[in-house]
């Protein structure tokens, strides 16, 4: 059975936590010509808005690609809480 990306994704819950699991140093963002986050994040939590880096964790699958994608070092990465974060329902 093929199921594409998307419905895979329709398949992941995710508690989220009122902690951010996620910090981005927006101040660095503004120096980065690059913006690579907006490419590696499979979740696509990373957009440009008016110009700036906004960041969403409420949707975070947890790879921690955000972390090395950055090559400034803007993202501080960890893992939710426990209790918190995402569920694979399926595979």
Do not use: Q, W
Request: charged residues 30%; negative net charge; aromatic residues 10%.
């Amino acid at each position: 059975m093929n199921i594409r990306i998307e419905e895979r994704l329709g398949l992941v819950s995710i508690e989220v936590d009122k902690e951010r699991h996620i910090k981005v140093e927006t101040s660095i963002c503004g120096e980065c010509d690059e913006k690579s986050c907006l490419h590696f994040c499979p979740a696509h939590r990373f957009t440009l808005e008016e110009g700036k880096i906004k960041h969403d964790y409420e949707g975070c699958l947890e790879c921690g690609t955000c972390k090395f994608s950055c090559h400034r070092g803007a993202v501080d990465f960890s893992y939710p809480r426990g209790g918190y974060g995402v569920y694979y329902k399926y595979g």
